[in-house]
C-alpha cells in the first residue's frame, strides 16, 4: 500500500477529439462536451490558441489557504495544456493548466473563468472507467481536491 498518497486504479474508456472554433469560450464547450458525454474522470489535453483568457498563474503569496494572483491575456496566445475531470458536486468537474505564449512571452497556470479561443482549440480527452473519486472542497488549503476512495462510488 502506498501512503500517505491517495490514488485510485482504472482503465481507459472512450477517447474523443474535439475542435473548438473561433470565437466560443474553450472552458464552457470543453464543460458542455465532458457533460454531454458523461464523461466523469478522465484527462484533456488542448493545444491551439486564444484571442482572450485569464490565468491563476499562482498565489499571491505563498500561504495556505492561497489568494490567487490572476492575469489577463489579450490579442492571440498560443495554448497547450492538460486537465483532469472527476465527478463534483455538480457533474464533472475540470482542473485545466496551460502555458500560454505570444512571442516573447509567456504564462503558465489554471485557466479560469473564460478562454475566447483565436482561429481553433484541438482537444483529446481520454476517460477512464473504474476510477472512485470525487472532487471535494477541502477547508485547509481552499481548493477543490481530488479524493480517491473505494468507498465514494
Not at 489535453?45 to 495556505?64: D, W
Not at 500560454?100 to 503558465?108: C, I, W, Y
Request: net charge negative; proline share 6%; glycine share 12%.
Amino acid at each position: 500500500m502506498i501512503d500517505p498518497m491517495q490514488y485510485s486504479e482504472g482503465k481507459v474508456g472512450r477517447v474523443f477529439t474535439v475542435r473548438i472554433d473561433d470565437g466560443k469560450d474553450f472552458l464552457q464547450e470543453i464543460q458542455r462536451f465532458v457533460t454531454a458525454m458523461a464523461i466523469q474522470s478522465g484527462t484533456i489535453q488542448f493545444l491551439g490558441a486564444v484571442r482572450s483568457a485569464r490565468l491563476v498563474t499562482g498565489p499571491k503569496e505563498p500561504v495556505i489557504p492561497p489568494s490567487p494572483h490572476g492575469e489577463e491575456i489579450f490579442g492571440g496566445w498560443e495554448l497547450i495544456g492538460f486537465a483532469t475531470i472527476y465527478p463534483g458536486d455538480d457533474g464533472p468537474s475540470i482542473h485545466l493548466h496551460t502555458a500560454a505564449g505570444k512571442g516573447m512571452r509567456s504564462l503558465a497556470g489554471c485557466l479560469r473563468d473564460r478562454a475566447e479561443v483565436y482561429l481553433v482549440i484541438e482537444a483529446i480527452i481520454t476517460e477512464f472507467i473504474g476510477i472512485t473519486a470525487k472532487r471535494i472542497h477541502d477547508e485547509k488549503t481552499g481548493v477543490n481536491l481530488p479524493v480517491f476512495d473505494r468507498t465514494l462510488q
